[in-house]
């Protein structure tokens, strides 16, 4: 039996780890894939402070092994329901494994959003990816694009620029959502063609991607592309601790600042919780708040 088990391996649920580890609680961090979380498929992160510029499996890297260090145990499995039955939560995971804990902190964090075009998941693996970081290297020399106009469009365009042959910015409006500084350094490439006020409407090719048909301003485009990069953002994936959670209409769940959900010992943080500013540095601030209400929580009852 722990004391605090944390669902999600991101930044929010590893800080959340050193946090009750600190305070003297046994702890264990469940994660399904790998751990760092979304932060671990930046190419670069500039905004941490203290780290003037550092990559995100770095960062993911220190975070675990910190983590660690303070004692947290970790288990790569997949949580497909939580009970909370009395005093006590039962986690149960797809391979069978089953644990137990007083208090549970959610930090499941978000996936990547699709854009819902016919065919996407069939093609998704055969050019269509939602990870530069991940899949660039297979397009060195390619004609790809990326979908979106956050920081992760933006970032994942500069990457791909810099071993693709053509990169095409595709972004459903005029000016972007991500950091003008990124805008500005993809403006300098050459080799990148931006598409304002354009949107995928298909994609091209029978067992791999061989294009899309853009819709640009009005004016019907065909771009014969490799690789389809989609970042268009995240959406948390809580189906599965619903009757333990209020959800609001997007599937985030809502909780107040101090992390408490309507179930009493379950908390709380990162990207899956609903607030306005979903960055890694409030990611870590939820952990802390998160674990340090699980924490008083623990010592009250
Ligand atoms: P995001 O900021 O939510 O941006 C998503 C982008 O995708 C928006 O431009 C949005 O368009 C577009 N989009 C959404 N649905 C779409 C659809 N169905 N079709 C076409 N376009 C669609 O997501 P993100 O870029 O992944 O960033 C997530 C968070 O991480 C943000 O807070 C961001 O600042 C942060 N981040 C930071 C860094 C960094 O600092 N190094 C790097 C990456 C991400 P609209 O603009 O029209 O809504």
Not at 23 to 41: C, H, S
Not at 42 to 57: I, K, L
Not at 169 to 177: A, G, T, V, W, Y
Request: hydrophobic share 45%.
């Amino acid at each position: 039996m722990y004391d605090v088990i944390i669902i999600g391996g991101g930044p929010a649920g590893l800080t959340a780890a050193v946090y009750a580890c600190r305070a003297g609680k046994r702890v264990l961090v469940v994660e399904k894939d790998g751990f760092g979380g979304q932060i671990a498929q930046s190419p670069r992160v500039e905004n941490f402070p203290g780290f003037a510029s550092v990559s995100g499996t770095e960062l993911a890297d220190r975070l675990l092994s910190q983590a660690m260090d303070q004692g947290a145990e970790v288990e790569l499995e997949e949580v497909t329901e939580v009970r909370a039955e009395g005093a006590v939560k039962t986690l149960c995971c797809a391979s069978g494994a089953q644990f137990t804990a007083r208090a549970v902190i959610l930090a499941a964090g978000a996936k990547p959003r699709m854009l819902g075009l016919a065919r996407e998941e069939e093609l998704t693996g055969k050019g269509v990816s939602y990870c530069a970081v991940c899949d660039g290297a297979f397009y060195k020399g390619s004609d790809v694009a990326v979908v979106g106009g956050g920081s992760s469009a933006l970032q994942d365009a500069l990457l791909l620029s810099e071993s693709c042959r053509r990169v095409y910015l595709i972004h459903r409006r005029e000016s972007f959502r991500g950091e003008a500084a990124l805008a500005a350094a993809l403006a300098r490439r050459d080799n990148v063609e931006i598409l304002r006020s354009a949107q995928v409407k298909a994609l091209l090719g029978e067992d791999e991607l061989r294009g899309v048909v853009v819709d640009c301003a009005g004016q019907r485009r065909e771009l014969a592309l490799d690789g389809l990069f989609i970042a268009v953002g995240a959406q948390p994936d809580l189906a599965a601790f619903a009757p333990l959670l209020a959800l609001d209409d997007a599937g985030y769940a809502a909780a107040a600042e101090d992390c408490r959900t309507p179930t009493a010992g379950l908390f709380v943080a990162g990207d899956c919780r609903k607030k306005t500013v979903r960055q890694l540095t409030t990611a870590v601030a939820d952990g802390a708040v998160a674990a340090l209400a699980a924490v008083e929580w623990l010592d009250s009852v």
